[in-house]
Nanobody
Framework: QVQLVESGGGLVQAGGSLRLSCAVS????????MGWFRQAPGKEREFVAT????????YYADSVRGRFTVSKDNAKNTVYLQMNRLKREDTAVYFC???????????????WGQGTQVTVSS
């Protein structure tokens, strides 16, 4: 069984930065592609970023491309989401997920963390 625990969320002003972490336990993170998703109040959970098992391939939602960076440290079994130039519309609960392939499709991920709140104020 794989457990995912996110951390690093918080309150930040617009234009600021945060780095989210997702600690993987139970299995080594190198076995999984990882994804970041987010869910704002009253909205569906949406794709943010994904990274391949090796960490060589990444893909981003249009809304965050150029501002967010996903990375993976398989030695530490941790995945990161560096978020720069944050906007109010980035406010959401952020979830990490693990699956067999890196994809934008939520249903393709087998394991999910509990989420961490990111709030961006103006």
């Amino acid at each position: 069984q794989v457990q995912l625990v996110e951390s690093g969320g918080g309150l930040v002003q617009a234009g600021g930065s945060l780095r989210l972490s997702c600690a993987v336990s139970g299995r080594t993170s190198s076995r999984y592609a990882m994804g970041w998703f987010r869910q704002a109040p009253g909205k569906e959970r949406e794709f943010v970023a994904t990274i391949s098992r090796s960490g060589d391939d990444t893909y981003y939602a249009d809304s965050v491309r150029g501002r967010f960076t996903v990375s993976k440290d398989n030695a530490k079994n941790t995945v990161y989401l560096q978020m720069n130039r944050l906007k109010r519309e980035d406010t959401a609960v952020y979830f990490c997920a693990a699956g067999a392939v890196h994809t934008t499709l939520r249903a393709r991920y087998d394991y999910w963390g509990q989420g961490t709140q990111v709030t961006v104020s103006s």
